[in-house]
């Protein structure tokens, strides 16, 4: 009787063992899912320590940019006038980290870009006639929706040698968003319905310097002088 009893004990007692250390199981790997939500979800730690690193950098390259701006004011002192490549050369010898993590696209003699892969940024950058700098750091998803406006320029051919005038004959280019504004070196704004393809005629004094700008559907900005 009482070695019938012992055994009934011993096989509760293993029950109760298993369902404990099912529950056991269970509860941990409730608790290990949820730990690697929060780790991994769009508000988890590592987005986090992500999104903390990206603007981190964001706040580096806006600086580099800044010191970049008083290399200029001391140049503008001494009346040397640089152009982009000048430009990048600078932001270079301030910091290192531009050389190493990212690619620069020069686009044409006022107006370059860099680009950070690995942390999705981009830098649009333009040095105008005054030695001034126009900059616009971008936090971005994919790169094809920013892609930027191409603006290009000749003068009439046909204009009179004697003519104090002179047309300039532009073209506006954007194939992937469109172009939303074009404003012109009088202040003088034209919103367009995002077409890709624009050509357009400005009447100018010979002597002058002129500012043309396009914005794209995106936000970015071109410039032209």
């Known amino acids: 009787m009482k070695k019938e009893k012992l055994k009934s004990n011993v096989k509760e007692e293993k029950g109760i063992t298993l369902i404990a250390l099912v529950i056991t199981v269970v509860v941990m790997l409730i608790l290990a899912g949820v730990v690697i939500s929060t780790i991994i979800n769009d508000e988890g730690l590592f987005s986090k320590t992500n999104k903390s690193v990206v603007l981190n950098e964001k706040s580096n390259i806006e600086e580099c940019i800044r010191v970049a701006e008083m290399y200029l004011e001391i140049d503008k002192i001494y009346d040397s006038k640089i152009n982009i490549e000048d430009l990048i050369d600078i932001l270079k010898e301030i910091s290192e980290n531009i050389e190493k993590n990212y690619t620069v ?65 532009l073209t506006f280019k954007e194939d992937i968003n469109g172009i939303s504004k074009i ?26 310097i002129y500012e043309f700008k396009a914005i794209g559907k995106n936000g970015r900005t071109s410039y032209k002088y």
Not at 183 to 208: C, L, M, Q, R, W
């Open 105 to 169: 696209n020069i686009i044409d003699d006022n107006n370059a870009e860099l680009i950070n892969e690995k942390l999705k940024i981009l830098v649009d950058l333009t040095i105008d006639a005054n030695n001034s700098i126009h900059s616009n750091v971008i936090i971005y998803d994919d790169i094809n929706n920013y892609s930027r406006v191409k603006i290009d320029y000749v003068l009439n051919p046909a204009e009179p040698e004697y003519s104090d005038t002179v047309d300039i004959m």
């Open 183 to 208: 404003i012109y070196p009088d202040g003088s704004e034209e919103v367009v319905n995002n077409e890709k393809f624009i050509e357009k005629t400005f009447t100018a004094s010979k002597n002058g």
